[in-house]
């Protein structure tokens, strides 16, 4: 497999038949981490969309430099833009959701805060989204999106609910969505203005936030019988709503 290097932090896009020196990140991992060599292929992505082919033309100890082909204006987005809300969860498990989720389609992430959050701290929550950043490019570099997600800075569960939902999943929910009621969901999105799945914390969202998503018009939802993690509910809820052969 082709590797593939996000060269968004470049001062300028990549052109086909012109050297272009990758940007100093990239090129620590092109020479460092994946230990290539002159003549190797690689494919370059802004995150603006499509990509650039490219070939090795020169690796010293400052500097890597390719030549782009041509530019192969493939996109791979799903044709449902999802956003994820997801409560902000331990950092290994936000982790997970964070790559998982952008392999699976999602267009955009928000982290929200909720009564049983954890690590809510701000200094320590704004260098987790600089982090989360991180993995969602490297989700993409892995999974073939030339197009970055969305990543929104965590925002107060309150401060956020003015913008409306769509679904939100807690263990304690009116409506039975599983896997032989899949459409239940599907069609729950496609009857609203928005697609938009929200997911609680480990405890779950309380009474009281969940009362008042409801208030705001949350459609409220469960995925069967079992009381899932907060990680496997977020995966098991975006492959329900984007995994549809699209």
């Not at 060269?7 to 020196?21: E, K, S, Y």
């Not at 192969?72 to 998982?100: C, G, H, N, P, Y």
């Not at 989204?129 to 800075?153: F, K, M, T, Y």
């Amino acid at each position: 497999m082709t590797p593939r290097v996000y060269v968004g932090a470049a001062d300028a896009p990549p052109v086909a038949g012109a050297p272009f020196t990758l940007p100093e990140a990239a090129a620590r991992h092109v020479a460092h981490a994946l230990r290539m060599r002159r003549g190797e292929p690689l494919t370059l992505f802004t995150g603006a969309g499509g990509e650039w082919p490219s070939a090795i033309a020169s690796l010293t100890r400052n500097a890597v430099v390719v030549v782009p082909q041509r530019h192969d204006a493939v996109e791979r987005e799903s044709a449902r833009a999802l956003t994820l809300v997801q409560a902000v969860i331990a950092a290994d498990t936000m982790d997970f959701v964070v790559r998982k989720s952008v392999e699976l389609g999602a267009a955009r992430i928000v982290p929200v805060v909720t009564e049983r959050s954890q690590a809510t701290d701000g200094a320590r929550l704004a260098r987790r989204h600089v982090h989360w950043r991180q993995i969602a490019i490297a989700a993409c570099e892995q999974c073939g999106r030339n197009r970055i997600p969305s990543l929104d800075e965590p925002v107060r569960w309150d401060a956020w609910l003015a913008a409306g939902l769509v679904a939100g999943l807690a263990p304690d929910a009116a409506v039975l969505v599983d896997r032989s009621a899949a459409t239940g969901l599907a069609a729950a999105h496609a009857a609203a203005p928005a697609d938009i799945v929200v997911v609680g914390p480990e405890g779950g969202f309380t009474a009281a936030e969940i009362d008042a998503a409801v208030s705001r018009g949350a459609r409220v939802a469960h995925l069967g019988t079992r009381v899932l993690r907060a990680e496997t509910a977020a995966l098991a809820a975006l492959a329900l709503t984007l995994l549809d052969g699209r």
